[in-house]
């Protein structure tokens, strides 16, 4: 579902349940409609989703690198399986809910030998690696993936998330825009990171009009 929120210039595309073949079409739709909304300044993509189909996870992650949009697994919200490919895409990254991996399948799998099945994942970790190293996620996270068996779907701690960047905000992506700002506002990015870090231990309702308002105040005025 897509929500534009004009009063605090972001609109909101709600991923929510399986990720099917047929959701890219929405989703670029959506994207379109946040992208050229001129009282958008940005999008965030808020995840709930069980998983689904890997090359569509892969397809709307680097169509959120694209678009520079922010995801977020809210607190009651999960993020298992192929939806971990969405978060990894988005540029800003915020987990407060469940993030969980296992090793990806094809639903309706015909590969009945061992040798069949060792082709089909080894095609399978070239896309997916190769997506990762695009948006800045360690590839390791796919190894990681693999070796669970999707009856036994394992959470990721606070430990892993932070280690594949997946509750972080992409490194470069986030030095850029800290550069950017510092630039546009007349500071030193070392005076913008003291800023942020106030603003991050002030403005505690994330994705609120009274968060953003906050956590403008503060960077734009120091104060």
């Known amino acids: 579902s897509y929500t534009p929120q004009s009063s605090t210039k972001i609109a909101t595309i709600r991923v929510t349940g399986e990720i099917r073949r047929d959701n890219l079409k929405h989703f670029v739709e ?36 694209v678009s520079k949009a922010q995801a977020a697994v809210l607190p009651n919200g999960k993020c298992f399986s192929s939806c971990v490919f969405l ?19 094809a639903p309706n799998d015909a590969n009945t030998t061992a040798a069949a099945q060792r082709q089909w994942y080894e095609r399978l970790e070239k896309d997916v690696k190769i997506f990762l190293k695009e948006v800045n996620v360690p590839p390791e996270l796919f190894d990681h993936m693999i070796r669970i068996p999707p009856e036994r779907m394992t959470l990721l701690s606070e430990n892993e998330l932070q280690r594949y960047g997946l509750s972080e905000d992409d490194p470069f992506e986030s030095a850029a825009t800290d ?14 990171i003291r800023r942020k870090a106030r603003a991050a231990a002030e403005c505690s309702q994330l994705f609120s009009e009274a968060n953003s308002g ?3 105040r503060i960077l734009t005025r120091g104060r």
């Open 30 to 65: 959506f994207s379109l409609l946040a992208l050229r909304d001129s009282n958008v300044d940005f999008f965030r993509v808020e995840l709930d989703s069980p998983g689904g189909d890997v090359q569509t996870a892969l397809a709307m992650g680097r169509l959120l690198r």
């Open 179 to 192: 550069a950017g700002l510092a630039s546009a506002l007349g500071i030193s990015t070392q005076e913008l």
């Open 214 to 216: 906050c956590y403008d």
């Open 87 to 105: 978060l990894a895409g988005a540029t800003g990254r915020y987990v407060a809910g469940a993030v969980g991996i296992h090793r990806p399948y």
